[in-house]
């Protein structure tokens, strides 16, 4: 790992501002993905603004329809939140099926969406929900928050603060995880919000977290496991790599939609 | 540099570090507990699994920085003393759950912890659970049976 100068930051407002004030600075939150990252040497960071010691960020709270999770929340901490289990179970059920225990004991929500791995679960959370992410400037529709492949809507130094995540009618998260590191081949949250039937995928496509439009239609006729099924999915826009084809990745898609409606 | 300061197995313990300094680089080298292994450089292995304020975490994947102030504990810190083992270290040697025992310093960590986590959320350690929870530790020699009997023995015995 290359050299790097690390503070713990005590509030928002002093996070953003020492990161403002440095060369080339990261913020730090449970260091599950920037860490390895960098003992790979593949991020160099001149400065690590440690965001994960900030109080005000590792709140859940329910308000009406609406959980909001705080960017510092670990995964333990949500697949163990009674409130979230109550309001919205798919979240818990992806947040307890994110890595390995110590993995969740660390990783936090705002981490890993703010660093949008195409095969990370919360963009399909964030995305399949319709969320709202939360920054320390402004408010941005998940819509609008996932631009790409580990590519967000976020500014430079702008920091994620919370999720808000409105109370689906009926929710429900599949994933196929990769044998080896537990990220998803292809992973599905399908749900019934106020705004209709919305299906997001994680894993499989060449551009990352995306929306399913055909199988959003299909579900929206028939919330059934047998419609998703008979979805299908263009291999031309899913990725390939050792793990599995893209004419693979588009069958599974079809297989995990169905099985989110199963576990809604 | 920074000035790191935390309980390590009950003892007060401080130094100054480079800012880069991994928990677990800051526990085998500059305290000496070489108990606590590294077989990995991708974070997936487990045999650096720690505990801090009571969580298990991957001693590999955590800057010595962050766990300023944090009560730590490592495999050097379970038994009571050499010759009274956790009853968790005594179900491994009883069950066979180790063989070259590279993991195993992670694996008793990470089994104590399962075992106080679903203790405490009134939750079944049965094996499917243990099967489940050893996701992040990676054994090169038992075929992980005995391991996985070990820790259904050892959370009896801690009860
Ligand atoms: C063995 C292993 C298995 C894993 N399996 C999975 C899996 O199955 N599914 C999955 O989804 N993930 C998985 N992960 C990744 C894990 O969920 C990470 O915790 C997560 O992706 C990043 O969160 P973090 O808090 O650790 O962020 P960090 O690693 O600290 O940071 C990641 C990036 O986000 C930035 N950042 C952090 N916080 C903020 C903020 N508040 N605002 C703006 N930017 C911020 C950082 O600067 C950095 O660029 C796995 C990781 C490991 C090591
Ligand atoms: S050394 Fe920490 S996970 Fe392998
Ligand atoms: S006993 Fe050898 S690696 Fe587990």
């Known amino acids: 790992m290359y050299d790097t100068t690390y503070y713990r930051a005590s509030s928002v407002s002093d996070a953003t501002s020492k990161l403002a004030g440095t060369e080339d600075g990261k913020f730090l939150a449970g260091g599950q993905t920037l860490i390895p990252t960098m003992k790979q040497r593949l991020a160099a960071p001149s400065d690590l603004v440690d965001v994960s010691g900030i109080d005000a960020l590792k709140n859940i709270s329910v308000d009406g329809d609406t959980v909001t999770i705080g960017a510092a929340c670990t995964h333990a901490q949500v697949a163990g939140s009674s409130e979230v289990a109550q309001a919205i179970p798919a979240l818990v059920s992806l947040a307890s099926g994110i890595g390995d225990p110590a993995v969740r004991a660390r990783g936090t929500i705002g981490g890993s969406i703010a660093n949008n791995d195409p095969a990370a679960d919360y963009p399909a959370a964030c995305l399949g929900l319709g969320a709202t992410i939360v920054t320390d400037s402004r408010e941005v529709p998940a819509d609008e928050f996932f631009v790409g492949m580990f590519e967000t809507a976020l500014e430079e130094g702008e920091m994620v603060t919370a999720v808000k995540f409105p109370k689906p009618a009926k929710a429900g998260y599949a994933k196929f995880p990769n044998p080896a590191s537990r990220y998803a081949m292809v992973g599905v949250m399908a749900a019934q919000t106020a705004n209709g039937v919305r299906v997001a995928v994680t894993g499989a496509g060449n551009d990352g977290v995306f929306r399913h439009s055909a199988l959003e239609e299909a579900l929206g006729a028939n919330w059934s496991a047998d419609a998703a099924q008979g979805v299908s999915t263009d291999a031309a826009d899913m990725m390939a790599d050792i793990h599995g084809s893209s004419e693979y990745r588009a069958h599974l898609v079809g297989v995990m939609a169905g099985r989110a409606v199963d576990n809604s | ?159």
């Open chain 2, 1 to 159: 540099m920074t000035k790191v300061t935390m309980t390590v197995n009950g003892k007060a313990r401080s130094a100054e570090v480079p800012d880069n300094t991994l928990l677990v680089d800051y526990i085998r080298e500059n305290l000496r507990l070489t108990g606590t292994h590294v077989g990995c450089d991708t974070s997936q292995c487990g045999a650096c699994v720690v505990h801090v304020n009571g969580q298990a975490v991957k001693a590999c994947t955590m800057l010595a920085a962050s766990a300023e102030g944090a009560e730590v504990t490592t495999i050097e810190g379970v038994a009571a003393s050499k010759d009274d083992l956790h009853p968790m270290q005594v179900a491994f040697k009883e069950n066979h759950g180790l063989q070259c025992g590279f993991c195993t310093p992670g694996m008793i960590m990470t089994a104590t912890d399962m075992v106080s986590r679903y203790k405490e959320a009134g939750k079944t350690l049965d094996e499917h659970a243990i099967r489940e929870e050893l996701e992040g530790n990676i054994c090169r020699c038992t075929g992980y049976h005995n391991i996985v009997k070990a820790i259904a023995d050892g959370a009896s015995k801690m009860a």
